[in-house]
C-alpha cells in the first residue's frame, strides 16, 4: 500500500454517464417530489426545471475545470489552484461533508421503501448495504462503475415505462392551480430540490479515473445532465398530475404511489424497486465520490498522508473509502430534512465556487492553463450561474443557513489545525492580482505544477527534443534587432556552450541566411548550422516583441530557434527541424506566444505542444533530464 500509487484509469463515456445519472436518480426522484410539491406545488416541476438549469452553468463550468485538471477530488483541487489553501481545503471538506450526506440521503430512503416491501428492520440493511458499498469500492472503481451501468439502465427503462404509461393519465385539474403558493415558491422549492443535481459533483471527483478525459468528461456530464432533467420534469409532472394533492403532499413515496394509480399493486411494487435501485446507485456513486475529496486533500497535506494510500492490488484509496463509509453510517441518524438542506446548501456553494473558479484561472492568463473544453457564453454564463444559484441560497430558509455555517466552520477549523502548517500552495488568484497591480506575487510553482497535469492528461512523454528545449538558452527580447545584431547575440550566448570562437558562429548564420531563406512561417524562422567538433547540439530560443527584419518586403519574425549541431548529429538535427516545424504549425501557437509570462513559460508553450514524439523516453528519463 502506497501512498504514490496511481489510480487505474478504468472509466469510459458510459461509466461518467452512468455514475452522474445514477447519482441524480435517486432520492431527488423516489422522495422529494412530494415534499416539493408541498411547498410548490404543480410547480414543483419548474423548480426541478430551474434546479438544473441552474446546475448547468455549474457543470459546464466544471467540465472546464476538471478537462483542465483531471484529477481526485477534482472541483477541490481546482479551488485549491484557483483561490488558495484556505478556501480550497473547506471546499474540498464541504464536498466530502455534502456527498457523503447524500449518500446517506439515499440509505435513509432505502431503508424507508424496504420497511413498505418486507418486514426487516430497514437501518439495519442500510448499514449492511453501505459496508457492502466501501467492500465494492475497495476492490476497484470499474467494477463499481460496471455495477453501477447496470442498475441506471435499469432505472431508464422503469421511468420511461412510467412516463409513457402516465401521460394519458393525467387529469388536467390535478394541475391547477400551477403555482397556488406564488411564483416565489417555485424559486426556493428550486434551492431545495437542487440536491438531487449533486451526481455531477461527483464525476468531477473521479476525473483522475477517466480515460480520454478532454472528451469523455463534457460529453458525460451534458447528456446526464440533460437526459435527467427531462426525466425529473416528465416523472415529477405524471406524478402530480394522477396523484391528488392531499395525497401527494404526505407521501415520502411519491413514484411507488403514482405506480400504485397505473399499474395497481405490482405498479407500486416495481416503483418500489425501482427506487431501491436508485438509492443503491446513489450511494454507490456517493462513497467512490466522496471518497476521493480525502484522498485529493491528503495530497496536499491538509490532511494526515495515511488518508492518501492507495492499495497495490485494486489501486483503490482504501483507507479512504472506509472513513467515508464511517461517516455515512453515522450520518444515518439524523433528520431527513437536515440531510436535504446541508447537502443541498453546500452543493449549491460548490457549484458557485466552480463558476468563480472559471474567470479567476482564465483572467489569472496562467500560461498553463489549458482545457481541452472550454464553457460557452464565458463570462455571462458563470455571472447568470452565480446569481441565480445565489438568490437559491437565500431562499433555502434560516435553518440550511446555520446547518451551512456549522459545516463551513468545522471545514475551517480542520484547515486552520492541520493544513495551514502544511499549506505551501500558490493561486491562480495571486496571478491575477499580480497581472492588475504589476507586482511580483509569485514563483511559478502553480504554472509548473499545471505544466505536470497537462504532460500526464495527454500522455506526453519527452523525448531527446524536449529534453534539449528544457535546458535551452531562452531570450525574451522587448525591443527591435536588425538581423546581424540578432546574430552576434546567438554567438555571444551560443559559442562558450558550444566550444566555439567568438564571431564565428554569427559568421556562419549570416552565411546560412544569405545561401536560402530559413523563415518557416512569416514570423518564424529556425537558423541552423553545422558547426565543427563532435556530439554538439544546441538551441537557442528567442522572442522578440517588436521583431527582427530579415528581409526586404518581408514581415518581422518575433520568433526564432537556431540550432547549432556538429556532422555526426545530422540526423537528430533534422528531427528538431521537424519537431518544430509541428509545433510552429498549430493554430494557437503564436497566441500563447505572446501570452507568454517569462522563458519559463517559452520554454512551456513548445513542450505542451501534442506532436509525434519517436522514440520517446519514460517519464523517469525526461524528469532526470530537468
Not at 511580483?440 to 519527452?462: C, F, H, M, S
Not at 534539449?468 to 525574451?476: P, Q, S, T
Request: charged share 20%.
Amino acid at each position: 500500500m502506497r501512498a504514490d500509487a496511481k489510480l487505474h484509469k478504468g472509466l469510459n463515456l458510459v461509466h461518467v454517464f452512468t455514475i452522474a445519472s445514477g447519482a441524480m436518480i435517486g432520492s431527488g426522484l423516489f422522495i422529494l417530489p412530494g415534499m416539493a410539491h408541498a411547498a410548490a406545488g404543480p410547480g414543483a416541476v419548474w423548480s426541478y426545471v430551474l434546479a438544473g438549469l441552474l446546475a448547468a452553468t455549474g457543470a459546464l463550468s466544471m467540465a472546464e475545470l476538471v478537462t483542465a485538471m483531471p484529477k481526485a477530488g477534482s472541483d477541490y483541487f481546482y479551488v485549491m489552484r484557483g483561490f488558495g489553501a484556505g478556501t480550497g481545503s473547506i471546499a474540498g471538506i464541504l464536498s466530502w461533508f455534502s456527498l457523503s450526506l447524500k449518500s446517506a440521503f439515499a440509505v435513509v430512503g432505502m431503508a424507508t421503501f424496504i420497511r413498505l416491501i418486507a418486514e426487516i428492520d430497514g437501518l439495519l440493511v442500510g448499514v449492511c448495504l453501505t459496508i457492502g458499498f466501501v467492500a465494492l469500492n475497495i476492490c476497484g472503481v470499474r467494477e463499481a462503475a460496471r455495477a453501477q451501468t447496470v442498475i441506471v439502465f435499469g432505472l431508464f427503462f422503469l421511468l420511461i415505462l412510467y412516463i409513457v404509461l402516465g401521460i394519458p393519465r393525467i387529469e388536467a385539474d390535478l394541475l391547477v392551480p400551477f403555482a397556488p403558493y406564488g411564483i416565489s415558491s417555485i424559486f426556493s422549492t428550486a434551492g431545495f430540490v437542487f440536491v438531487s443535481y449533486g451526481g455531477l459533483l461527483k464525476v468531477a471527483s473521479i476525473a483522475e479515473e477517466v480515460r480520454d478525459p478532454g472528451r469523455v468528461l463534457p460529453l458525460g456530464l451534458t447528456l446526464a445532465l440533460v437526459l435527467v432533467t427531462l426525466l425529473y420534469a416528465l416523472t415529477v409532472m405524471v406524478t402530480s398530475g394522477i396523484l391528488p394533492a392531499a395525497e401527494l403532499d404526505d407521501s415520502l413515496t411519491p413514484i411507488s404511489d403514482g405506480g400504485r394509480v397505473l399499474m395497481g399493486g405490482f405498479g407500486y411494487f416495481l416503483m418500489g424497486i425501482g427506487a431501491i435501485l436508485a438509492f443503491v446507485s446513489t450511494a454507490n456513486a456517493g462513497i467512490m465520490a466522496a471518497s476521493r475529496y480525502l484522498l485529493a486533500l491528503s495530497r496536499d497535506h491538509m490532511l494526515p498522508g495515511w488518508l492518501s494510500r492507495v492499495n497495490t492490488r485494486f489501486q483503490t484509496p482504501h483507507i479512504a473509502i472506509a472513513v467515508t463509509g464511517t461517516l455515512i453510517l453515522l450520518s444515518l441518524f439524523l433528520r431527513l430534512e437536515i440531510l436535504v438542506e446541508a447537502a443541498s446548501c453546500v452543493l449549491i456553494m460548490t457549484y458557485m465556487l466552480s463558476c468563480l473558479a472559471v474567470v479567476v484561472l482564465r483572467e489569472s492568463k496562467l500560461g498553463n492553463y489549458r482545457p481541452l473544453y472550454r464553457s460557452p457564453l464565458y463570462p455571462w454564463l458563470q455571472i447568470v450561474g452565480l446569481l441565480g444559484m445565489s438568490f437559491a441560497l437565500v431562499e433555502l430558509g434560516t435553518e440550511a443557513h446555520l446547518i451551512s455555517i456549522f459545516l463551513i466552520l468545522a471545514a475551517f477549523l480542520v484547515f486552520w489545525f492541520f493544513g495551514r502548517r502544511e499549506s505551501r500552495q500558490e493561486s491562480a488568484l495571486l496571478h491575477m492580482v499580480e497581472r492588475l497591480t504589476d507586482r511580483q506575487l509569485v514563483t511559478g510553482t502553480l504554472e509548473a505544477e499545471l505544466k505536470e497535469i497537462i504532460r500526464e492528461r495527454d500522455n506526453i512523454v519527452w523525448d531527446r527534443f524536449d529534453q534539449m528545449v528544457e535546458k535551452a538558452l531562452v531570450l525574451d527580447i522587448s525591443g527591435p534587432m536588425d538581423k546581424d545584431e540578432f546574430f552576434r547575440l546567438a554567438d555571444e550566448k551560443l559559442s562558450p556552450r558550444l566550444r566555439l570562437e567568438p564571431d564565428h558562429l554569427a559568421h556562419l548564420l549570416k552565411q546560412r541566411e544569405e545561401e536560402s531563406s530559413t523563415l518557416l512561417t512569416k514570423t518564424l524562422a529556425v537558423p541552423h548550422v553545422v558547426v565543427e567538433g563532435e556530439k554538439h547540439f544546441d538551441i537557442l530560443i528567442a522572442r522578440i516583441m517588436k521583431g527582427v527584419h530579415f528581409f526586404e518586403d518581408a514581415p518581422e519574425v518575433h520568433t526564432i530557434f537556431v540550432l547549432a549541431a556538429t556532422r555526426d548529429e545530422r540526423n537528430f538535427h533534422l528531427r528538431a527541424l521537424a519537431a518544430i516545424a509541428q509545433v510552429a504549425q498549430k493554430e494557437d501557437f503564436e497566441k500563447r506566444w505572446f501570452a507568454a509570462k517569462d522563458e519559463q513559460g517559452l520554454r512551456d508553450v513548445i513542450l505542451l505542444t501534442n506532436r509525434q514524439r519517436p522514440g520517446a523516453t519514460d517519464n523517469s528519463e525526461a524528469k532526470s533530464a530537468e
